[in-house]
Every structure is written in C-alpha cells, then in structure tokens.
C-alpha cells in the first residue's frame, strides 16, 4: 500500500514538474533572445537537472554556453570563453562548431596538446568535416609532428570546400615543403623558444648563438606592450635561400610569422643586431595573434615596426623615401585603403610605402596615446569595423586622425 501510495503521489506530481521544466525552458529562451544567454544558463541548468535524460534541454544549455562563450571572448575574457564552449560541446558533440571555436582558441594560445586532443576527438566523431581537420593540422604542424599535420590537411582537402580548401591546400604544401627542408635541423629549447636550424652552420649552432639574442627582444617586445606570453614560441632558422624555399615569399620579406617564426639568417656574428630587430617585428605579430586575430593589416605591421625600429622613427623613414620619389608626399593612400595582407604585394615600390605608411600611421597613434591604448585598439578590432574600433578607443573619428596623419606628412622637416 505505501509504494502503491507513493507512486500515485509521484504520477500526481510529475505535471508540475514538467510544468516547471517548461517554464525555465521558455524563460530561458527568451533571455537568449534578449541576449543575455548568462541568464539562460543557470535557467537551463536548472530545468536538466529537473529532467536529465531530455535531449533538447541538452542542447538548448549547449547553445547558451556557446552564446556566453561568444560574449566572453568579445570582452577578451579567453579562459571564460573556453570553458564555456568546452561545455557546449560536452553537451552537444553532435555540432562540430562548438569543437572548432574552442580547438581555435586553445591554438591562439599555443596549449597545443589541448587543442590535439579536442581535435582528435572531433575528427573522430566527425570525420568529414574538414574545419576540424584544418585546425588538427594546424596543430600538428605547430608541435613539430609534420608528416601528421600533411595527413590532416589532406583530409581537409578531401572534405571541404571553397576557403577552407584554398587554406589546407596552401598550407599542406608549404608543411611539403618544410619537411624536406627541415628534416635534419636541429632542436634548441629555452624557456621561451623551441629554436629549429641547420646543424652544419660553418660554427657554433644558431640556437645556442642566437638565444640571448632572442631572450633579449622578447623581453623588451614584452615589456613595451604589457603582454607576457608565457608558452615556447618555435622559431625557424634557415639559410636564406632555404627560407625561399619554404616559405615561398618574395625577395623583400625579411621574416615571416604563421604562428612560427620564421627567419633568414646568414651570418649570426654580423648580423646580430638586424636579426634582433627582426625578431622584435616578428614576435609583436604573435602577440597580436593571440590577442588579436581579426587585426587588419596595416595595424599589425604598423605596431611591428614600431617595435622594430624602436618609437619616433616611422615619419622620418616614411618622409625620407616619400622624398626620393616621384610624386613626394602628395597622393598617400588612405590607411582604410591599404591592401588586406602585404604578402601578395609584387610591385617593389608599392610594398615599401604601404609598410611605410602604416608604421608612421601607428607610431603617431603610440606618440600620442602611448602603447596601452594602441593595444586596446589592437584588441577592439578583433571584434569590431575598423572605425567603430577606433572612435571607441581614442574618441574621434579615423577619418579625423588620417586628416592629422595626412598634415603631419606634409609639413615634416
């Protein structure tokens, strides 16, 4: 009688349960709808724990956390964002794309044996989708496992389409590349660096030659930005003529940054201070990397070479060679105008004055505003229009600041 009393009274009572799962469910969705999924999640969680076994209510909590996980991520709270979407796809492993933002921040953060593992289970589960794939290779290539990362991007190849194709294609031929070239360097590892070269150099190794070297700009490249990355960055030395071959760049470019950094070297002893300043260049864009994915172009290099070349110096470099040519210091590009990457860039002269340009554009923003500012305007941009981004940093117009830019240019002694 007590167990038969018992189940009447819990038959009695599942109605309003049910009731009360509706209700968080639909208050839940509304507060997305609002966009305030950080109101949705406690709600959703809430209603599961009330009925776990119900599917929908799984992924309506994975499509709240992946909405949180969106917000944090546009306030550069990283860790928050990872968390969340970690839990979307805990919850829903039938969607990739919460696998895809959580794998591509853990890379943006080089936790490289964090973004495999997720990685790998995501191209388990979903085999043909070839986002995941490229994101495995990318990582795979970053860790050194180079025949591996080739294999994944093959499969991303075979599974996507359009970009993503063009991407892994690219890229898949370039790891080619590599592995022939760098098949017999050597490892170096430091506390920042894994430093990859030749083993025969005519001398001692380039890592142990060229270490301090590079301790020594990543400190002052650190210190200048208030950024401290904390993990090993690998960086690549090659003859120059190997760094050709690898990297298929043009004769101008001096370093390369893909999430390796990658430099020329041919004589360490004589060119020490060159491949210090390179280095500075060329680790400024890791920082931006991280914190700034989305960063147009012009920005990136701008702020590199202000590290590069130290502060105070792009007008004058930019004034002086605006002087040798032709049109002098008339007919400047718009800053909003520069090309989207340089890389592609074959014309001598177009190159240098759209590097030129954008590190005297930067400069002045750092003379006037200091680097703290430049940096939050590096961060804006990952997540807003060029203009919006700069109005919100600097509280005027960017039409107004290329106006004082264009002025600054002319009148320059």
């Known amino acids: 009688m007590r167990r038969a009393a018992a189940l009447v009274a819990l038959a009695l009572l599942l109605p309003a349960a049910a009731d009360d799962v509706n209700d968080l469910n639909d ?3 509304a507060a ?11 709600l959703l969680q809430k209603a599961l724990a009330l009925s776990p076994d119900e599917p929908v209510l799984e992924k309506n909590l ?16 990283s860790n928050d964002a990872l968390a969340d979407w970690k839990q979307a796809w805990a919850l829903n492993p039938d969607e990739p794309g919460y696998a895809d933002h959580a794998g591509q921040l853990l890379l943006r953060q080089y936790r490289l044996e964090e973004a495999e593992t997720l990685m790998r289970d995501a191209t388990t589960r979903h085999a043909d989708h070839a986002d995941a794939w490229l994101l495995l290779g990318q990582t795979l290539s970053l860790q050194g496992q180079l025949e591996d990362a080739i294999d994944a991007y093959q499969k ?21 590349r590599e592995q022939q070239i760098e ?15 030749p083993i025969d150099t005519r001398g001692p190794q380039f890592g142990t030659r060229l270490a301090a070297t590079l301790e020594r700009a ?50 360490v002893e004589r060119d020490a201070d060159k491949i210090e300043s390179a280095f500075r260049h060329e680790y400024t864009h890791l920082i931006v990397s991280e914190v700034s994915p989305g960063c147009p172009t012009f920005v990136n ?7 590069e070349y130290g502060r105070g110096t792009g007008l004058k470099r930019l004034t002086d060679w ?11 590009p718009k800053i909003s105008a520069l090309p989207a990457t340089f890389l592609d860039i074959s014309d001598p002269d177009a190159v240098t004055r759209a590097y030129l340009v954008s590190h005297a554009f930067v400069d002045q923003l750092v003379a006037n505003h200091g680097t703290g500012p430049v940096l939050a305007f590096v961060r804006a941009l990952d997540s807003q229009p060029l203009d919006e981004a700069f109005q919100a940093t600097f509280r005027r117009p960017l039409a107004d600041q290329e106006e004082m830019f264009q002025q600054a240019v002319r009148s320059a002694r």
């Open 32 to 42: 997305l709808d609002a966009g305030h999924p950080d109101q949705a999640v406690p």
């Open 322 to 332: 605006l002087d040798q040519q032709p049109g002098g210091r008339t007919g400047l």
């Open 218 to 267: 990543r400190a002052q490249v650190c210190s200048d930005l208030s950024v401290y990355p904390q993990h090993r960055a690998t960086v690549v030395l090659y003859p120059p003529d190997a760094f050709r071959a690898a990297t298929g760049t043009h004769e101008w470019v001096g370093g390369l940054f893909d999430r390796k950094i990658r430099l020329p070297i041919a004589d």
């Open 62 to 77: 994975a499509w709240a956390f992946y909405q949180r996980g969106q917000q944090a991520a546009s306030a550069w709270r």
């Open 27 to 29: 208050r839940a969705r």
């Open 183 to 197: 098949k017999d360097y050597r490892l170096d590892k430091t506390p920042y660096f894994d430093i990859l070269g």
């Open 156 to 176: 991303a190849i075979e599974h996507g389409t359009g970009q993503v194709v063009n991407i892994a294609a690219d890229a898949a031929a370039r790891t080619t």
């Open 301 to 307: 290099e701008g702020l590199a070479q202000v590290m």
